[in-house]
């Protein structure tokens, strides 16, 4: 089982360079412009990717919830590309290494859980497939329309053809 969650967390890192490529290759001012999505900005959209997957990763290493850096982050748009990368292959990584069949208890919202750890770490991948296609959204009312593939089953295409 956790070779299935290993290559989803792989699969999140891909799909998550395959945006951040796409993001630095644009005027760093896109990321700033006023749209219409869940979050105002391309930057919020992806500091909001960033801090969930920044949290759940902290959480999943018995650390609680610590994604403080992300929540005050005022840096710029490459070290902001820079983070959120860094912690989606720190989550493959975690994958690779952890037991994550083992159970995690945690309180959120005053309610006391206690999950597998595979479950969060496909939450995880799920919410930030969701935001990524959020940014997309985001990028076409922008006017881009040469925007890479970030599809699970492009990422398994690619995966088998290589096999």
Known sequence: MNQRYQRYAQYNVW????????????????????????????????????????????????????AQGVENFKGTHQELIEGWQATSQALHTFTVSADIESMISFERRGKQYTLPRF?????????????????VI???????????????????RIQYDAE
Request: hydrophobic share 40%; proline share 1%; net charge negative.
């Open 15 to 66: 799909a998550n360079s395959r945006l951040i490529d796409m993001l630095l290759n644009k005027e760093p001012s896109i990321i700033t412009q006023e749209l219409v999505g869940s979050f105002s900005t391309i930057r919020e959209t992806v500091l909001h990717i960033w801090y969930a997957e920044e949290g759940w990763l902290s959480r999943l290493n018995d650390q609680g919830w610590q």
């Open 138 to 156: 985001m990028m076409r009312q922008l006017g881009i329309d040469e925007i890479a593939q970030t599809d699970y089953s492009e990422w398994l």
């Open 119 to 135: 479950e969060i770490v496909q939450h995880v991948c799920n919410h930030s497939t969701y935001h990524r296609g959020q940014v």
